[in-house]
């Protein structure tokens, strides 16, 4: 049996983290946008509240589906007893701690943020100068930027378990993946082809 490392989905989520820096700039850069209308504090608990809670929630609450991508989700009916045990470790104490953790790193990340924003005014000048319009962008991307450190820091837990306690997990029952998992997207059959099964023939 292949390893449970060699999912790719896994793979697909980790790598979501090289689109974290091109979501932080675009923050810092929407910061810039517009005089402040209001106290530094105010505007920064709005565009936190906007773009930390909701996903915060979704992880202690209900974990996002892992097995889904663009849109598309895998039915939960067509999972493999391997891809039900990754369930289990997603839906952990664990895990809730990490999107904690996360959550705590990203809003020190948004304060350094808006602090370094006057330092590139120049760069968004030639845009609209309204300062409603900037923060809202900005909530939007650094929700984008929650959602690709969240997504693979779960993932991550994953791939560090080890063999054995891999193989003790009982899979995941197919009556609560729907109870426990917030599954967003198109359902199908399938997203991506089979990996070939490793078999090991004797000598």
Known sequence: MRSF???????????????LPIFLLLCLLFLSVGEPLLPVWIELLLVA???????????????????????????????????RKI????????????ALLSA???????WQLYQAAPLVVNITSHLPQWRILGLILA?????????FLQIPV??????????TEFAAIEPLPLEKINQDFTILGVRVNKILPQLPVDVKTEE
């Not at 509240?49 to 895998?74: E, K």
């Not at 909530?139 to 959602?147: C, E, V, Y």
């Not at 779960?154 to 063999?163: C, G, K, Q």
């Open 5 to 19: 490392r060699s999912e790719p989905i896994l793979w697909i989520h980790i790598a979501g983290l090289a689109t």
């Open 49 to 83: 509240a906007a773009g930390l809670i909701p996903l915060l929630w979704m992880q202690l609450r209900r974990p996002f589906y892992i097995f889904a991508i663009l849109g598309i989700a895998l039915k939960p009916e067509n999972l493999t007893e391997q891809q």
């Open 87 to 98: 369930l289990c470790l997603i839906n952990t104490k664990l895990n809730r701690v990490l």
């Open 104 to 110: 705590i790193l990203s809003i020190f990340v948004l």
């Open 139 to 147: 909530a939007l991307t650094f929700l984008a930027s929650n959602l």
């Open 154 to 163: 779960s993932v991550a837990r994953v791939l560090v378990t080890n063999d």
